[in-house]
């Protein structure tokens, strides 16, 4: 994508990518805090040349925090208007990501210190503030999806 933008600037371009979902036993979400934006996220990103959208999940969630992925499943893919973002250096995309759930996973959970300092897991219904509203829209299908139900008393 970089040597894209080198070519193109910043017009809005589409880009395919993919993200997991992890879950813990406690039925809590991974999630990331961007170093860029400050934004809360799911591990994940481009895909690059030849590989699967499986394949770039597991590859992103190795490289930002160190967890490989075992089982994971398609939860849905995301597209259209609500997918469009506008990166801090005004590179502007569309994305289409295919997000998957993982509760099979192992390794240490390791920040990369590129893309983010901060991994936490968070109740789904008790989220971080400033979550990027595509990963809000991801995160309430993975919900409705699974008939996950509340979980911390603040909620109820």
Known sequence: MMNLRKKVGKIPLIQ???AIIFVNDAGKIL??????????????GSIEPGESLE????????????LIAGKIELLDVFSGNH??????????????A???????YSGT????????????????????????GFVLRMIEKYRIKYRVQIKTEKNR
Do not use: Q
């Not at 999630?31 to 994940?44: H, R, V």
């Not at 394949?55 to 160190?66: F, T, V």
């Open 55 to 66: 394949d770039c999940a597991r590859r992103e969630a190795l490289e930002e925090i160190g």
């Open 109 to 132: 959970i390791t920040p990369d210190h590129i893309e983010c300092d901060i991994v936490e897991y968070f109740d789904p219904y008790d989220l971080p503030e400033n979550v990027t």
């Open 83 to 96: 997918m469009h973002y506008i990166y801090p250096n005004g590179d502007e995309v569309y994305n289409v």
């Open 31 to 44: 999630m990331i805090k961007n170093k860029a934006t400050s934004n809360w996220g799911l591990p994940g």
């Open 98 to 104: 295919a997000i998957y759930t993982c509760n099979d």
């Open 16 to 18: 395919a990518g993919s």
